[in-house]
């Protein structure tokens, strides 16, 4: 059974930093695509940035220069590292997992950040 568990998440001062982490299990195939998403109650998901395993990576416009995703293969576990945040950037962050970056079956529970002036 494939399982997604994010963590990481907190509260802290516009200008700070947070790193989230996703730690992947059950998914063994060697292709594959994660990423960060975002929403606050009442809005829609907002892509944050994705990591696929043939190098690419991408980024939302409202987290370019700010953010970095990474992954550490061993560890089955994508990171995001968030600096400079915003209050803007307060929201549940989501974890995606899919075949490919267009197509994500899978999503954890998700982990709260918020970024207080």
């Known amino acids: 059974q494939v399982r997604l568990e994010e963590s990481g998440g907190g509260s802290v001062q516009s200008g700070g930093s947070l790193r989230l982490s996703c730690q992947a299990s059950?998914?063994?195939?060697?292709?594959?695509?994660m990423a960060w998403f975002r929403q606050v109650p009442g809005k829609e998901s907002e892509f944050v940035s994705s990591?696929?395993?043939?190098?690419?990576?991408i980024y939302g416009d409202s987290v370019k220069g700010r953010f970095t995703v990474s992954i550490d293969n061993a560890e089955n576990t994508l990171y995001l590292q968030m600096n400079s945040l915003k209050p803007e950037d307060s929201a549940m962050y989501y974890c995606?997992?899919?075949?490919?970056?267009?197509?994500?079956?899978?999503r954890g529970q998700g982990t709260q950040v918020s970024v207080s002036s």
């Open positions: 990591f696929d395993t043939d190098g690419t990576t």
């Open positions: 059950g998914y063994t195939a060697s292709r594959y695509c």
């Open positions: 995606q997992l899919g075949f490919s970056c267009d197509y994500y079956f899978e």
